[in-house]
């Protein structure tokens, strides 16, 4: 149910209010969440909001200020104690030139038991492994367009399609091609040691891989879309 600007969700304020905090918490914290899609839309907004308080206050110089308001929207007990701290020395710096769209909702299979609509909620640009070198939750997108591009390239033996190749491109928005292919290289590695633990990698035909999906994204220019809408012409003159 709606009412006003904002998803109802069959709640009371108070318990529409705590759903949030803790939906946003745990988005924060790990990076990727799952749930129905009402919600996840609902906690989007909720949660672009928080990063947009916490980037204006870095980009102030003031980011004590902002606490206070980001306190008053997460829950920063127990395992969360340190969430302030994430937010402003990993999260709000990955998105400084980005104006706005700091998460994404990709739509799942419905639920099973009631066949409510269910999606993935995650956090643009995350990275996908730790400074020590162990995978981390989220970037759900960015495992899909590998596997993507070893069915195309490595199974078909064919080149990327259009569509896989402006996925692509879009992730170069806040990052270098050359640290894409780190991300790109980083899950492909994994995917083939978990489907053969006891094969031995192949590192040239890794490297030749991330070659011809460097090359597809850098050689790669958007078709000129026709313009939608009506059109000036011309009255015919009367003879």
């Given at each position: 149910m709606t009412r006003g600007l904002g998803r109802h969700l069959s709640r009371t304020k108070a318990h529409r209010d705590a759903l949030l905090r803790n939906m946003a918490t745990q988005l924060l914290q790990h990076g990727t969440i799952m749930s129905t899609t009402p919600k996840l839309k609902e906690t989007q907004k909720y949660v672009e909001r928080i990063i947009t308080i916490a980037k204006h206050g870095v980009q102030n110089g003031t980011p004590q200020k902002s606490i206070p308001e980001l306190q008053s929207r997460l829950y920063l007990s127990g395992d969360n104690s340190n969430l302030l701290k994430k937010l402003f020395e990993e999260i709000v710096p990955r998105y400084i030139s980005r104006d706005g769209g700091y998460t994404r909702v990709m739509k799942v299979e419905p639920r099973l038991s009631d066949r409510a609509p269910q999606g993935i909620?995650?956090?643009?640009?995350?990275?996908?492994?730790?400074?020590?070198?162990?995978?981390?939750?989220?970037?759900?997108?960015?495992?899909?367009?590998?596997?993507?591009?070893m069915q195309q390239i490595e199974e078909e033996g064919?080149?990327?399609?259009?569509?896989t190749v402006k996925?692509?491109?879009?992730?170069?928005?806040?990052?270098?091609?050359?640290?894409?292919?780190?991300?790109?290289?980083?899950?492909?590695?994994?995917?083939?040691e978990a489907a053969?633990?006891?094969?031995?990698?192949?590192?040239?035909?890794?490297?030749?891989?991330?070659?011809?999906?460097?090359?597809?994204?850098?050689?790669?220019?958007?078709?000129?879309?026709?313009?939608?809408?009506?059109k000036f012409v011309e009255r015919p003159t009367q003879q």
């Open positions: 909620l995650e956090l643009v640009d995350a990275p996908v492994q730790s400074s020590d070198g162990q995978l981390l939750k989220g970037n759900m997108k960015l495992w899909l367009l590998t596997k993507n591009c064919q080149k990327l399609t259009p569509n996925n692509l491109k879009k992730m170069t928005h806040n990052k270098s091609v050359d640290e894409l292919m780190v991300d790109i290289g980083v899950v492909r590695k994994y995917l083939i053969e633990p006891e094969g031995e990698f192949n590192e040239e035909k890794h490297k030749a891989f991330l070659e011809t999906v460097k090359n597809e994204i850098l050689n790669f220019s958007a078709p000129k879309q026709e313009q939608l809408g009506y």
